[in-house]
């Protein structure tokens, strides 16, 4: 697959070369995409207009691409006005895209570099890190780290953790403007109320299973689960990196769907269903559950919080995973790269480094829904918050996490384990047939592309 992405980028942007040296600019087509500019650009990066003695003065524009909501895209925009300040000859045309896959957003991203129109900073998802490594769409940011005094402190400012999730083979891509893990958030009253301990760090698998089994019953017409699964990627990923599973390989080429310790995670998740402590995890919208009062325990992250405390719940408190052979959890979010065709490389620094600003950063956290990157910030009550009381808790995880898995075959083994889990969780699959069957299909569609 590697190799397809490989050679379908270098016949684009081989044809666009001969397209320059024949002296013809290819032609931008229309696109529905929202793109906010200071000011109107020329496809070639630059833009001409007359000084006052009627001399042509030069105009550097940059490119970014951004993905996300309107209120993202604003907060992008502020920081090019701060970036516009320190640099008045400047400017900067943002394209914002939502994202629906991110083979979409390389394409698009492919599509702009063919036309002229290169991005030079760009936002990307860890979903679609490795799909742009693969495609040489990134500079490496080590060097450029090492000789930038400002950049090299905030780079050692960042987990290890989060570093590792936008490297690949010890190179540094992309620096993290926001990120997400998942915690085990408990409801205090429905422990209180059946005069069960809170979970404390360090609690193993065995001891939640019997923490869940105490807490699932029903009182007066009402049932109340003692945990309740989400049938997510992302949130079932923690139960992988606490058994020292994952579901691909380490140098991210194969799945791993059927391997000893995946499908020792897959067992442990199935009983939780046969023993009826959980809700079905197929239908069931698990955080609604936990905000109404009938779950006992739900894994989340940071983005659930300001939905829960509307809908009025407040004594509740979090906890690091259950592990089974080690501490762990999962991390996602975005990082903001340099793009490898970019002819204002220093430039382009500057507005990086205008990006991950902790001004920056601290407007990505306001909205409640992303964990800042930084100790400093994510440790840090007045952006975070006070609620639950362990709420820098959540800061540890990330510390101890891995990342979402995101090949480069991501939306193939993303679907592939949830259609085997479907069927594991139904009975109309054993463990290890559901498992084998997914492995077989990712395997089956990498050898064909």
Known sequence: MKKEWKRFTALALGAFMVLQAAGCSPQKAADPATVSSQKEAQTSGEVSKESSAGEEEKTVTLRMLNWGNTEEEAIANDAIGRFKEKHPGVEVEQTCVPVDSWSDFIQKWITMSTSGEAPDVINLGLEGAKMAVANDLLLPLDDIAAGDAELQSKKEQYAESLLEGFSEGGTLYGLPSGTQTMVMYYNKDIFDEKGVEYP??????????????????????????????????????????????????????????????????????????????????????????????????????????????????????????????????????????IGSMTKEKELAVELLKEMVADETLTAVAAGGQQIPPTEKLACD??????????????????????????????????????????????????????????????ETTIANK
């Open 200 to 337: 404390k760090e360090g609690w193993t698998w065995d001891e939640f299973l019997e923490t869940a089994e105490k807490l699932t019953y029903e009182e007066n017409g009402k049932t109340v689960y003692g945990y309740g699964l989400s049938s997510s990627y992302f949130q079932l990923t923690p139960w992988w990196a606490t058994n020292s599973a994952y579901p691909v390989s380490e140098d991210y080429e194969k799945p791993t769907l059927n391997s000893p310790s995946m499908l020792e995670s897959i067992t442990f998740l199935k009983s939780m269903v046969d023993k009826k402590v959980t809700p079905d995890p197929i239908s069931s919208d698990v955080y609604t559950m936990f905000s109404s009062g009938q779950l006992a325990m739900v894994g989340a992250g940071r983005w659930v919080l300001n939905t829960w405390q509307d809908a009025g719940m407040k004594n509740f408190d979090c906890v690091q995973w259950p592990k089974k052979t080690e501490e762990g959890s999962v991390y996602g979010g975005s990082a903001w790269c």
């Open 381 to 442: 009550t007045a952006i975070m918050g006070t609620v639950p009381d362990n709420i820098l808790g959540l800061w540890k995880a990330v510390t101890i996490a891995s990342p979402v898995a995101a090949p480069v075959f991501f939306g193939d083994i993303e679907q592939a384990m949830l259609r085997g889990l479907e069927n594991v969780f139904s009975g109309s699959m054993s463990v290890e047939d559901a498992m084998n069957q997914a492995q077989s299909e990712v």
